[in-house]
């Protein structure tokens, strides 16, 4: 998933979704992003402009919190690669090694690992649990997020100083929230969020009979359209995206399809869809949503007027 802002001049997501690539609208500013907590193998910014060393950290913060554990953050661009580059930034040298210095600080705060730094670009590895890590309180309003607050309620929510904790382990080895199967096969697996009931309403026996049922809706939209396999449709949007089922029984390299959890849907399922392998956002059907005219090939709704009748 990429994101950039709005840009007339420059508008990297319209290229983006031109080009069949998901993109969207937005910035990194005060408020979380619109995704839960954990669904990112890795994040990537390559001279996004964005002051990581700043804030007391808050941004890394946030990218901590989108990350997978074991997930990677890649970084290139300044500060990093100063040694060499310094003079074309038209940056001196001190001012640029006090960054990165902080942007390690934070890193080293949030119990990243650096894996590698070549060439203008640095790599690090997010925890696998929070048994070894406690956060030190040497960052001035550092510590754990509260306890008590939802880490996957993001819609208007704004930034914070601190550490999303990661769910308990047994083990100094063991992967919060659950290990992943490699993909594809996790498109059909059951997802840790089911197996461990932090979906309310949802269990094994409840996601396999939404796949069985989506495959048939597929297999039969398939049969009045036959175009949905030729490569004729590449953007696709399911305004109501429920567990994902619609994308995963498409089952198609030519497509992509972003999942939209409508913020007043009853359980947010965002985490489980990309537990699965896919991508999506939440979004309030009540405002325009974050992209460019003319964006997506094919719309698929389920419930969503029934959902916003009364809105």
């Not at 004729?232 to 399911?238: A, L, P, Q, S, T």
């Not at 995963?248 to 965002?270: D, F, G």
Request: net charge neutral; proline share 6%.
């Amino acid at each position: 998933m990429s994101f950039a802002p709005r840009d007339n001049h420059e508008a990297q997501v319209q290229f983006a979704l031109e080009r069949g690539v998901p993109a969207y609208i937005g910035v990194l500013g005060s408020i979380k992003l619109p995704f839960p907590s954990r669904v990112f193998d890795m994040a990537h910014c390559s001279r996004c402009l964005i002051p990581w060393s700043g804030n007391d950290g808050m941004y890394m913060m946030e990218v901590d919190r989108v990350l997978r554990p074991g997930g990677f953050w890649v970084l290139s661009g300044p500060p990093i690669g100063w040694k060499i580059h310094y003079k074309g930034w038209q940056r001196s040298k001190e001012d640029l090694r006090n960054e990165q210095r902080k942007i390690e600080h934070f890193a080293q705060l949030l119990c990243w690992k650096k894996v590698s730094e070549k060439d203008g670009i640095a790599i690090w590895t997010k925890r696998l649990n929070d048994k070894s890590c406690s956060m030190k309180q040497d960052n001035p309003n550092g510590g754990k997020c509260d306890l008590t607050s939802d880490s996957d309620v993001c819609r208007y929510k704004k930034m914070e100083v601190c550490m999303t904790p990661l769910p308990e382990v047994n083990s100094v080895d063991e992967v919060a929230g659950g290990q992943l199967e490699p993909f594809p096969k996790r498109l059909y697996a059951v997802p840790p969020r089911i197996t461990d009931g932090s979906v309310p309403g949802f269990s094994v026996e409840s996601y396999e009979e939404d796949n069985n049922l989506w495959r048939k809706h597929v297999k039969a939209y398939k049969k009045i359209n036959n175009l949905l396999d030729t490569g004729r449709y590449r953007n696709i949007m399911d305004m109501n995206a429920g567990l994902g089922s619609f994308a995963a029984a498409l089952e198609s390299p030519k497509v992509w399809v972003m999942n939209v959890i409508p913020t007043i849907a009853n359980t947010s399922t965002l985490g489980v869809i990309y537990e699965r392998g896919l991508i999506g956002m939440y979004h309030d059907w009540c405002e325009g949503f974050s992209t460019y005219p003319r964006t997506y090939d094919l719309i698929h709704s389920n419930d969503i007027f029934s959902l916003y009748q009364n809105k």
